[in-house]
């Protein structure tokens, strides 16, 4: 029975995700004829606007966010970019919300909350509604967090999505707001 909390968040997740993907599918030639997004540095839409050093996977993510605040010297600020509803299904511990990065409000939200941070602040950025290489959100946000100087900002690497690989492996999880 205790595979029934993760089957809840990846239904939830499912659901949330087809819901936003019809939305976002039903307005996309009203929201381009209104603004044309910026593109991202990234000519290749295949390519993300990432290195690898700029990344970090979620195994060594949970085990720096179990260490010790001594051994932490630095903590990381985890910033979901990602919708409303995956975020109060589950995040991580500590992880605050500004987005979604796929859209303008959500990207004005996010450079909001960073505007005030020092340039060299640890941040690492996750959405996981759905592959990293599909996701609507992170791109975007990873993109304009880099273009504000950002020098310490990685992406946390969901291949699936949070739900398979994050909570399914047993990950900490906070619930709601």
């Known amino acids: 029975m205790k595979l029934q909390a993760p089957r809840t968040i990846v239904m939830t997740s499912i659901a949330a995700f087809l819901l936003v993907t019809g939305y976002l599918l039903r307005t996309a ?6 603004a044309a997004p910026s593109k991202p540095a990234s000519t ?5 606007p990432w290195t690898t ?6 195994p060594t993510l949970a ?3 179990s260490g010790s605040k001594a051994a932490n010297a630095n903590p990381p ?16 511990p500590g992880a605050s919300l500004h987005g979604p990065g796929s859209t303008p409000q959500g990207l004005d939200a996010l450079k909001q909350w960073a505007k005030p941070l020092p340039r060299n602040a640890n ?13 609507p959100n ?15 900002l990685r992406v946390l690497i969901l291949l699936h999505d949070f739900a398979t690989d994050w909570v399914g492996p047993g990950y900490p999880i906070e619930k709601g707001k």
């Open 77 to 92: 600020l985890i910033v979901c970019v990602g919708f409303h509803t995956l975020y109060e299904g589950a995040h991580i």
């Open 44 to 48: 290749d839409d295949h390519e993300p």
């Open 53 to 58: 050093g700029q990344t970090i996977d979620a």
């Open 123 to 135: 941040i690492i950025i996750y959405c996981g509604c759905c592959p990293l290489a599909h996701c």
């Open 138 to 152: 992170v791109r975007p946000a990873f993109t304009a967090l880099r273009d504000m100087g950002f020098t310490h």
């Open 29 to 34: 030639p009203a929201r381009s004829a209104q």
């Open 63 to 65: 085990k720096a966010l």
